[in-house]
């Protein structure tokens, strides 16, 4: 294994009862890089992405095999879910924030691990909320509700609520398809700075998305990695056919 | 031809909509028309069972207290159109009033000062009893006063050295302890069948796996919610009643009335802990927090105004339920003196009252009562339901 690897999957295999939704893959995931997953529909990259922090436990009926490693240690046997999940964060496609104040969906993870003293928490909130490019627009309404927000704010809201746990990684599952073009462009703005503190993978279905935003990326059919690099190669360069005429749009 | 077909179904749906509004508004005016005469304040505050007690007590002269008397006239209770204006009599400490009612006078004591004497009556045990506002008074120092007016009354009072003892009745005809003794089921029995109905509901949406045994839970609390209460009235009886010797008793009610809410409770919370989007399960474990803490600080509040409704229809039950309760808990007109002593509640006193006594007057009163309670209820349960399905999701 190399070093600057996040994640190291190896021959993989996911089963929803007798669905194979991943099929032997094998990956590599860089630190502090963004990496993009991208493939059609229905094709396993949130199935993928889930697994990195252990989301499809929740799902009855899931069997996996293979190995996915963390900083060289497997999710599935050397460490505890809690604390995987405390490492790595994640961002849904949809916002999902609690139905709370703002200030208490960022207090949430935190609370949940213990954390008690209200100077502490306040610092937290305010880091977080700053981080995520939202301060400016909720300080004066912490105390408000986060379902008033407007859905590209809840979607930040959520990026801080993740940032709160001091994580190592963030996935995000499209976390811009449901927002709009001005909402999504400071989405990306906010991914191009966290990129240096922290490790992303994100799933999208937009090609100019990852071309803009990712470092690597993934290119996914049918449950099967058909070929990573970097974004750049992937783009211009690529090695597959199937690749090549997803990238321009042949199919997809 | 198939006009004349459409122009049958209109008739017969408008006429059938009539007729059920129609049966309704009857039944409700009836109701209402037979006892609303009953209804005023002393039909709370009331017991049922009237007592009359011999009491003594020590007369020395009390001053009237609220010197605005003549222009507003301190009585407070039993006071209709056709009784006289109140006098005041110092060696009671008290003021009484002339009741007409019918043919029959009546003298009612109306108004009684906070230091009056009277509050310290004593009866011929020598146990303090008290005369309060309301009592009727029969006689005075063995003297009956049936033919007298209230100036006679006051001369006879004001001749009496030492001890006065008035005999007097405490009217009845209210419901205060059917009131009491519903208040008392309600909270006994909503706190053995809430938590266990949350709990339960909570297993079965969050922690059992589905397969058969689940599936056997919910056709059980499925089919329980449909049997009627009488039933389990016979089981509570049968049990609680005489195998666990808990005689006829608030407990043995309050047992029978939590195996019939809790079916209700389960299925409903069910629907509200179900109604908890997952994403926000999701977004708890993605932030590493535990199933308890996830359960604890998100679903349950987020489930929190489906459970609500779900205790408030319940009492509604425990106001509406009889049969299960006439063989459980008794029809005593007593306030409860602990969980092992019978009592009737609302909807119990108006059977008895109406089967026993042939008092259709009172059981329509209460039927007013309990139909007013039952409205109240549900509009509260509709009010949270709509506050928060705007405010959730
Ligand atoms: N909870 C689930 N149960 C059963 N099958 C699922 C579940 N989630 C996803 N799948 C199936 O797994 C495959 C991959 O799905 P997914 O990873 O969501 O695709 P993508 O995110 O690339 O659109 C699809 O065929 C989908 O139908
Ligand atoms: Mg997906």
Redesign the interface.
């Known amino acids: 294994m190399v070093d600057n690897n996040k994640f190291y999957i190896k021959d993989l295999n996911l089963y929803y009862d007798t669905l194979r939704a991943l099929k032997d893959v094998n990956l590599q995931i860089k630190s502090n890089k963004v990496t993009a997953f991208i493939g059609p529909s229905g094709c396993g990259k949130s199935t993928l992405i889930r697994c990195l922090?252990r989301?499809n436990d929740?799902i009855?009926g899931v069997k996996i095999n293979g190995l996915v490693a963390i900083d060289n240690t497997d999710i599935y046997g050397d460490i505890d879910v809690?604390?995987l999940?405390?490492k790595v964060?994640?961002v849904?496609q949809?916002p999902?924030?609690?139905?709370?104040s703002c200030y208490d969906n960022i207090a949430?993870?935190p609370r949940?691990?213990g954390v008690k003293s209200k100077t502490d928490i306040d610092a937290i909130v305010e880091k977080s909320l700053k981080q995520a490019a939202l301060w400016d627009e909720v300080k004066d309404r912490l105390n408000k509700?986060a379902?008033g927000l407007s859905g590209g704010q809840q979607q930040r809201l959520?990026i801080a609520?993740?940032i709160a746990?001091e994580p190592e990684v963030i996935l995000m599952d499209e976390p811009t398809s449901a927002l709009d073009p001005i909402a999504t462009a400071k989405i990306e703005e906010l991914i191009e700075n966290l990129k240096k503190s922290y490790t992303i993978v994100i799933v999208t279905h937009s090609m100019q998305q990852a071309a803009r935003i990712s470092d690597n990326t993934a290119f996914f059919l049918s449950g099967e990695i058909i070929e990573s690099d970097t974004t750049s190669n992937i783009f211009t360069n690529p090695i597959n056919k199937k690749t090549e005429d997803y990238i321009t749009g042949r199919f997809g | 031809m198939r006009k004349a077909k459409d122009y049958l179904a209109k008739i017969l749906i408008y006429l059938s909509s009539f007729i059920t509004v129609g049966v309704l508004l009857a039944i409700i005016a009836y109701i209402f028309i037979n006892g609303i005469g009953l209804i005023n304040w002393s039909f709370f505050t009331n017991e049922y069972n009237d007592k009359t007690y011999y009491l003594q007590f020590e007369a020395n002269k009390l001053q009237l207290s609220d010197n605005s008397y003549k222009d507003n006239i301190p009585y407070t209770r039993n006071v209709i159109n056709n009784d006289s204006e109140p006098l005041y009599i110092e060696e009671l400490g008290g003021a009484i009033i002339e009741s007409k009612k019918g043919s029959d006078i009546e003298f009612i004591i109306s108004y009684v000062e906070k230091s009056s004497s009277m509050l310290e009556a004593k009866d011929r045990r020598g146990e303090i009893v008290g005369i309060k506002e309301g009592y009727i008074i029969r006689s005075i120092n063995g003297e009956n006063i049936e033919d007298k007016n209230l100036e006679e009354i006051s001369n006879i009072v004001g001749d009496i050295q030492g001890n006065i003892e008035l005999k007097v009745t405490n009217p009845g005809n209210g419901v205060f302890t059917n009131i009491i003794t519903t208040l008392y089921m309600i909270l006994l029995s909503l706190s053995i069948a809430t938590p266990i109905g949350i709990l339960a509901a909570i297993y079965l949406v969050e922690y059992a796996?589905?397969g058969k045994l689940v599936s056997t839970i919910r056709f059980a609390t499925e089919s329980l919610a449909g049997i009627p209460s009488i039933i389990y009235g016979l089981f509570g009886m049968a049990f609680f009643v005489v195998f666990l010797k808990f005689s006829l008793s608030l407990l043995a009610g309050a047992l029978t009335i939590s195996i019939i809410l809790l079916p209700v409770i389960i299925r409903s919370t069910e629907e509200a802990l179900k109604a908890v989007?997952d994403?926000?399960?999701?977004?708890?474990?993605?932030?590493?927090?535990?199933k308890l803490?996830t359960i604890s600080?998100?679903i349950i509040?987020?489930a929190m105004p489906g459970i609500l409704v779900a205790v408030i229809l319940s009492i509604g039950r425990i106001i509406g339920e009889s049969a299960a309760l006439l063989l459980t808990a008794g029809t005593v007109s007593k306030i409860p003196e602990n969980l092992f002593s019978s009592g009737g509640t609302l909807t119990v006193q108006a059977y008895y009252v109406a089967k026993e006594e042939a008092n259709i007057e009172m059981a329509c009163a209460i039927g007013i009562v309990v139909i007013l309670l039952i409205i109240i209820l549900n509009l509260i349960a509709k009010l949270i339901s709509k506050i928060f399905n705007k405010?959730?999701?």
Do not use: D, H, V
């Not at chain 1, 999902?96 to 709370?100: A, D, G, K, L, Q």
């Open positions: 922090n989301m929740l009855e809690i604390t999940r405390t964060g994640m849904f949809k999902n924030p609690f139905p709370m949430y993870g949940c691990q509700s379902l959520c609520r993740a746990m | 796996r589905p989007p994403s926000y399960r999701e977004a708890s474990y993605g932030l590493g927090a535990t803490q600080k998100i509040p987020s405010a959730n999701y």
